[in-house]
């Protein structure tokens, strides 16, 4: 067991530096500390690249139903929409009244 991680650090510097870190875990016959621990880097990105996916199906869901409602709305004058949206917002604010009491 060695006294530090084997990482070695390139932030700002072109030599780069061991990490100043005491070693936690051995992975592949080299130590590393619990920051630079492969599987747990790993499991760090595979949770962030979980989330961005999940957030970008999240925007492209909502750019298709976007997409949609303007092909719906084409041809349709906007005083026409206009009117279709105060109707809409009307009914769905009686409903919310109604569930609300």
């Known amino acids: 067991m060695s006294e530090r991680c084997s990482k070695w650090i390139y932030a700002g510097s072109w030599l780069g530096h061991q990490c100043r870190h005491n070693d936690k875990v051995e992975r592949d016959g080299k130590w590393y500390?619990?920051?630079?621990?492969?599987?747990?880097?790993a499991e760090k990105m595979k949770a962030r690249d979980a989330k961005w996916d999940a957030k970008w199906k999240k925007q492209e869901?909502?750019?298709k139903w976007l997409d949609a409602a303007h092909d719906l709305c084409a041809g349709v004058?906007?005083?026409?929409?206009?009117?279709?949206?105060k109707g809409w917002l009307v009914k769905h604010l009686a409903e919310a009244e109604k569930?609300?009491?």
């Not at 500390?33 to 880097?41: A, F, N, T, W, Y």
């Not at 004058?77 to 949206?85: A, F, H, Q, R, V």
Request: glycine share 8%; net charge neutral; proline share 4%.
């Open 33 to 41: 500390c619990g920051i630079h621990d492969p599987v747990r880097v």
């Open 61 to 63: 869901r909502q750019w």
């Open 77 to 85: 004058s906007t005083k026409t929409l206009i009117e279709l949206g």
């Open 99 to 101: 569930e609300n009491l």
